[in-house]
Each structure stands twice: as structure tokens, then as C-alpha cells.
């Protein structure tokens, strides 16, 4: 049996839930932030109150890694940090835009067999945190910071039909204009979607250096990323 802790912060939504085995035991979201400073804290002593009120013992910590708001992801992790060492606990990285596909796969009605997903982090004007997805969570094109244009994603709509949510996909849909590009609405990154993805790497044995791990806007983005994106 497992159970983690999940902690979400890369947007302004703050979320944390525990889950049990895969099944959502806890769970607590607040969508006026950004408010991750005051709320986090208080967020987490209820889910660790919970955990201690069942008797069961804290296997992991899931932290959503990035990419996402750079102060955001910052007290995020640090939080998920202190909880891993004052508890023992093993640290998962929960990549975000893998996290925003979770919802579309388990909601009703699923996509085509041969849909491909885009998960969209808004990153001011018509710049995007975005990669690209198929139904089993592969990357067909890695992470990246888009500037959108007509063409950016011509490659894989002109063979499949591409599924575009999150929290910057509504802004490029008139400029995508392609009869394959699909809009899903109301998609956020939340701790409640993790378990699949955080079951998945305990049981791989993906965890992190509770000491050294950075999230993603330090490690993989800031050699070429615009600074207003991060």
C-alpha cells in the first residue's frame, strides 16, 4: 500500500491532496490566487493531520516540477522538501503539462484512438509553455516555450487530431485555425489528477534527490527561455 502526498503550485491555483493506492482520500483547491504563500501551509497541515488521524505512513511527497510560475513551483518544492525530510518521505516529480493530460484521459468521452493532446501553460502575449502528448503519455514533441503562429503545430494536425487545454490554449485557437485543433475548456493542473503519475514512478522507483532536485524552470528552461516566460 502507498500514500502520498500531492502538492500543485505551477499555476495560480493552489492544490494539495492525499491519495491512498490510487484512490483520492483528501483533498483541498483554491482558485483565487495566487495565493500559494498562505495557503499551502494551512493546505498541508490538514492533509498531514489526515494522514496522522488514519495511522498510515507517508510513503511520498508529489510535487508538480514545472514548468509553470516560477514562485509558484518555488514554495511548492520547498514545501514538498521539508515534508520528505521531517518525514522520511520519498520526493516524485509530477511533470506538469503530463499532470494537465490526466483529466482529458479519464473524463468522459475520450478523444480519438489516434488523438494526440497539447497541454498549454500561458506564458504572456502568444508565448506558451507546451508539449505534445499521445494517449499513453509519450512525448511526440518534448517540452518547449512556443511563440504561436499558424505553422507551430501544422506537423501533427495535418495527420492527427490534436487536443488543445490548459490554461494558455484558449488565447491561440484562432491562430492555430485548423480543422483538426480541438479546444478543451476548464482544464487545470491539480493534485487531485496526480496519483496516476505519481503511482506510476514510486512503482518504477522515480524518485528524486530530496537534497539537489530543482524544478524545471531552473534545469531545463532558463538557458533558453525569454525571461518574462519564467
Not at 483528501?26 to 489526515?50: K, Q
Not at 493530460?101 to 504572456?124: H, K, T
Request: with cysteine.
Amino acid at each position: 500500500m502507498s500514500c502520498i502526498l500531492h502538492i500543485e503550485t505551477s499555476t495560480n491555483v493552489c492544490s494539495v491532496a492525499v491519495s491512498e493506492d490510487g484512490a483520492n482520500l483528501f483533498c483541498r483547491e483554491d482558485f483565487s490566487g495566487p495565493n500559494h504563500a498562505e495557503m499551502l501551509g494551512r493546505y498541508v497541515d490538514e492533509a498531514m493531520t489526515f494522514v496522522d488521524g488514519q495511522g498510515a505512513r507517508l510513503d511520498a511527497v508529489a510535487v508538480s516540477c514545472g514548468p509553470g510560475s516560477y514562485t509558484g513551483l518555488r514554495i511548492g518544492v520547498s514545501m514538498a522538501k521539508g515534508i520528505c525530510y521531517g518525514r522520511g518521505a520519498k520526493l516524485l516529480a509530477v511533470p506538469t503539462l503530463e499532470l494537465l493530460c490526466v483529466p482529458v484521459l479519464l473524463g468522459d468521452g475520450a478523444p480519438e484512438d489516434d488523438a494526440l493532446f497539447c497541454p498549454m501553460l500561458d506564458a504572456r502575449r502568444m508565448e506558451v509553455y507546451a508539449g505534445v502528448y499521445d494517449r499513453a503519455l509519450r512525448p511526440v514533441r518534448e517540452v518547449g516555450a512556443d511563440v504561436v503562429g499558424p505553422d507551430t503545430y501544422r506537423e501533427y494536425l495535418d495527420s492527427h487530431p490534436v487536443y488543445f487545454f490548459g490554461n494558455g490554449a484558449a488565447k491561440c485557437m484562432d491562430t492555430i485555425a485548423h480543422p483538426n485543433a480541438h479546444l478543451i475548456s476548464g482544464i487545470d493542473p491539480l493534485a487531485r489528477w496526480m496519483s496516476p503519475i505519481a503511482e506510476k514512478r514510486l512503482a518504477e522507483g522515480r524518485t528524486e534527490d530530496v537534497a539537489y532536485f530543482v524544478p524545471f524552470y531552473l534545469k531545463d528552461f532558463v538557458a533558453k527561455t525569454p525571461r518574462r516566460l519564467i
